[in-house]
């Protein structure tokens, strides 16, 4: 099975490797245009930090967070995302 997987995946990427390539990755993310969307919408950090459509990721940590830190019984053992 990873042996397909990987071929899959690799096969599914291979049409945008030359785009991702040729981007430039000096502009910041807000201005990025030069990417195909379907690898734009996958990019889930830039420039240091989520991308605005996962910046969900962030408050659930935070909700993670506070919950372990509210949950006497938990010992410590909460896995944080």
């Given at each position: 099975m990873p042996?397909e997987?990987?071929?899959?995946f690799?096969?599914?990427?291979m049409?945008?490797?030359?785009q991702?390539?040729?981007?430039?990755f000096?502009?910041p993310?807000?201005?990025?245009?030069?990417l195909?969307?379907?690898?734009y919408n996958?990019?889930?950090?830039?420039d240091?930090?989520?991308?605005?459509?996962?910046?969900?990721?962030?408050?659930?940590?935070?909700?993670?967070?506070?919950?372990?830190?509210?949950d006497?019984?938990?010992g410590?053992?909460?896995?944080?995302?």
């Amino acid at each position: 099975m990873p042996r397909e997987a990987s071929n899959h995946f690799g096969s599914k990427l291979m049409p945008f490797v030359k785009q991702v390539v040729e981007s430039n990755f000096d502009t910041p993310w807000a201005e990025v245009k030069d990417l195909p969307v379907e690898i734009y919408n996958a990019v889930i950090c830039a420039d240091g930090k989520l991308t605005p459509q996962y910046d969900y990721i962030a408050e659930l940590r935070a909700l993670n967070e506070r919950s372990t830190k509210n949950d006497p019984d938990d010992g410590g053992s909460s896995i944080n995302a």
